[in-house]
């Protein structure tokens, strides 16, 4: 369950950034409380999964899949592109992910 919990609080991490790109500052309250919705979800959901996942884990995959989520999706909705730096250092943020979950001997299967 550790695993689903930390999917949930990435994607609601991902929704609240959207969200707070739509609130233009807190001037628009649907996608001001979408946003502050959504960032509550993620940490409720990353306090859950930090029951079993070590915290440095944990942490560095969400804002790693998150990064690279919002990153992507700022892309797809709303615009805004990626130059080759921001490319390259999308790639590490993965390989760094990957890694933590494919050879790492502290984090739970």
Known sequence: ?????????????????????????????GATLLALGAF?????FLSLSLRVL???????IWAGAGTVLVAGMSTLVFRQ??????????ALIVT???MINTLSEVTPQ
């Open 1 to 29: 369950m550790h695993w689903i919990y930390l999917s949930i609080a990435i994607v609601a991490e991902v929704i609240g950034s959207a969200a707070l790109k739509s609130s233009a500052g807190f001037t628009r309250p």
């Open 40 to 44: 509550v979800t993620a940490l409720f």
């Open 54 to 60: 070590p915290l440095g884990i944990a942490y560095a």
């Open 81 to 90: 592109s990626l130059d080759t730096p921001a490319i390259c250092g999308i």
């Open 96 to 98: 760094g992910v990957v």
